[in-house]
């Protein structure tokens, strides 16, 4: 009887261990590499983040194409809208004070947390609360994302619980045809 009782409490405590998401940190020289649906092709993309007092710098790698994409403090604090490009014209991309990359702004994250809802590029995304939405898998491991809405489209995005990198893993039915998911998270 006792080694029964204590066979359920190491498979509980082991259940509880496992359903536990994860939240990823992201650090200078953190390495994510997404897969990307672009108007029909499907593409690697790396980003390696770089930080630096004032900017955050992406550098992109995808098919042959490299280039460093620099988001103000004033866009990761305050910004509202996110950048699409792929890194094809330009070797340096400097982003307007208002635009994120594969991210949302820290304020953006804030209005999530506070009022279930954040408004970006002009469009309200509203917190989806149904459960089995909330995580996504990264390399294997659930991560603790909130997942969101677009109220004028059928946009999905998830977005890591980080407020102080509110990563986007994961954007699907984006009306511009381009959705991607976050796979793999290396620190270097």
């Known amino acids: 009887m006792k080694n029964t009782i204590l066979a359920i409490i190491f498979c509980t405590l082991g259940q509880i261990a496992i359903s536990q998401n994860y939240v990823p940190s992201i650090k200078n020289n953190t390495e994510l590499s997404y897969v990307c649906k672009l108007h029909g092709q499907t593409r690697p993309l790396t980003l390696t983040t770089k930080m630096d007092k004032d900017t955050l710098v992406l550098n992109l790698e995808t098919r042959g194409v490299k280039s460093s994409i620099l988001i103000s403090q004033k866009a990761l604090k305050n910004g509202n809208a996110l950048s699409f490009n792929q890194g094809e014209y330009s070797n340096v991309l400097v982003l307007k004070p208002t635009e994120t990359y594969f991210m949302i702004s820290q304020s953006a994250y804030q209005d999530l947390v506070k009022n279930k809802k954040f408004v970006y590029n002009n469009t309200t995304y509203v917190l989806d609360e149904k459960e089995e939405k ?54 270097k």
């Open 134 to 187: 909330s995580s996504v898998a990264v390399d294997g491991k659930s991560v603790d994302a909130f997942h969101v809405k677009a109220q004028i489209d059928k946009t999905e995005m998830w977005i890591i619980k980080n407020s102080d990198f509110p990563l986007i893993c994961k954007v699907t039915e984006n009306p511009l045809g381009i959705n991607f998911t976050l796979v793999k998270i290396v620190d």
